[in-house]
């Protein structure tokens, strides 16, 4: 039997109207949905944004991705994750995974992706980019991202003080994901500055939630979501 | 009478169905569709990825960003393009200004919509996010663009190959746009550096006319159109 497909679906970055058109299309065509499983009760923000375009019988399989960085675990979860999605790959369905903002960018998709054509190089599978939150955020902001000879950097991670000097002085736009646990070394760098003014945070861009702090002169603590991003124009 | 709404409303890298829904949504509403207009009789690549998309009485309104570094000449062709635009918008009619990928990712909106706001700061803008280059060409390459810990420097521009050293220094994964008058020194650079393997480059990424090259060893020496992205992971 000829395996299934997988799709990496992007699903952009909340709003459900910032899908494309192709990510719909195949979306609502596969036979076999999955996703990162949300925690507890609650769905995780890829399944919270595709729930009204599935139909009933279509095949829901949301996958547990470990929020811990110990590699072996991850390594872990990737191959259970792989398993199970190439229960229905085996069986000829095609699988659309559904990753939030675009999966290819610091998204759970390569990590199923790579396991996968690790354990079954032969398996044919198709990537779909999407909205991601740089510009999502920078949109609702009423913000160019960037203009003409701009440099920009993103960081997913902060864990040096030094590393965010260092895009300070190399790029004139950057972008920080991942950056809520030392918010206040930031804000206290970014006051050293005086970069306050210059510097945007947004929480759950294009959702229901969208929340923005800006100036930053005002917060100089912030109990922030995962979903936050902060932009810096230097 | 109420001025009319500016849209600025990413249409994506070239696939006509990497629009977003939103995008084609107010597409398909505004009465008057603005883009660059494209060189000679050639439409411009918004204007060709929304062509399908537009019915019969909606206006047309191309407009001449010259492709020149003069700042003088570039205001004064933000300005023309603004009069011409406000013409409708004093109208109460409201305008989408489409361009390809994301509109606040280096794109002329920005311009529009500066120069715009400048003259009447009342004018309501909005900004429609869209799938840009760097995240499409990924997707097509079939690779992931940033993983786990990558830091990602996108280069608009590459004026001294200085400026290339540092940002392969300071980032895991590297992207440079408009390279391609300078891609033998990017070359020699990549070459010397051992990169050649892991630099790919994609012209017309999501387009039928799309190709890739990789690895580079192959291709010293390349003629690009305007279209193109280099890739590399350090």
Redesign the interface.
Known sequence: MTWGRLY?I?V??G????????A??ILQTVPVVAYPAGKGDKPGLAESIIQTYLAPEQIRLPLRFPYVFESETLAEAWEAAARETFLYLSQGLDVGFACEG?G????TF??L??TLSQNYPELI?E??????SP??A???L????????????????L?HAD?LD??LS??EVVVLLKFRQVYSQVWRRLQALDLLQRAWVIEWA?TPRQRIYHPLTAYPELKLSYFSLLLIQT
Chains 1, 2 share one sequence.
């Open positions: 990496g992007s952009g970055p709003d459900p109207e910032l899908l494309t058109l192709k719909l299309r675009d290819g960018f610091y998204g390569n990590y992706a790579q599978i990537r779909l980019p999407g909205v991601s510009w999502a920078a949109a609702a009423g913000l160019p991202l960037t203009l003409q000879d701009q440099r920009l950097f993103i960081l997913p991670a864990y590393d260092a895009a190399q790029a294009t």
